[in-house]
Structures are given as structure tokens and as C-alpha cells.
């Protein structure tokens, strides 16, 4: 015995089916050119361009961040934080490895008396 499944009515007299929302016709030309690039890029690259292969990926890339200038906006303007913790970070480490490099220094005089 089998089971089907039998799809809700669009017009359900108690409300209790699902409206069906209507499917954009408008399609996404910048994501479209942006795909197909990258599709050009990734079948350069493939059969041995290398240099045509990343010519048209930066090509990709270089649409994408123009699709998408609020979202680099952003990162743009939290990139000093990003560089000062970074900055903050080799600085702990620096001194760390000074500190470690003088008890070294320290053991080894006391080992070679």
C-alpha cells in the first residue's frame, strides 16, 4: 500500500493552509554576471591559463565587492581595530619572547658556573 501526499488547498475556508507567495521574476543580473565570471575563471584556470584564469577571478571579485560596497563599507571602517588588536597581539608575543630569551640567558649562566 502506498502513501501520497496531497498538496494543501490554495483557498482553505477555515485559514488554515499555507498562502503561496508569488516567485520574483526579476533575476539577479549582477549575481548572474558575477557566477558566470567565476564559472570563466575556474575553467581558465583549469585548462592551464593561469594568468587569464586570475585576470577574470579579480575581474569576479571586483564585481562582487561593487555588488556589495555596504558590507566592504563596513569592514573598511573596522579594519583599524582589527590592525591595533593585531598590533596589541605581536606586541604580548615580543615580550613574552624577550622575557623567555633572558631566563634562558639566566639558566645558562647559572648551568656554567
Not at 496531497?6 to 521574476?25: C, F, M, R, V, W
Not at 575553467?43 to 575581474?59: D, I, Y
Amino acid at each position: 500500500m502506498g502513501v501520497t501526499a496531497l498538496p494543501y488547498p490554495a483557498n482553505d475556508s477555515q485559514g488554515h493552509g499555507e498562502i503561496l507567495k508569488p516567485i520574483s521574476t526579476n533575476p539577479d543580473w549582477m549575481g548572474i554576471a558575477v557566477g558566470g565570471t567565476f564559472l570563466a575563471s575556474a575553467l581558465l584556470l583549469l585548462s592551464g591559463k593561469k594568468r587569464a584564469g586570475m585576470v577574470t577571478a579579480a575581474a569576479a571579485t571586483a564585481l562582487t565587492l561593487l555588488n556589495e560596497q555596504e558590507a566592504v563599507r563596513e569592514w573598511w571602517n573596522a579594519l583599524p581595530q582589527y590592525l591595533d588588536d593585531a598590533q596589541r597581539l605581536l606586541n604580548q608575543a615580543q615580550s613574552t619572547i624577550d622575557d623567555l630569551a633572558g631566563k634562558r640567558e639566566r639558566l645558562r649562566a647559572m648551568f656554567n658556573r
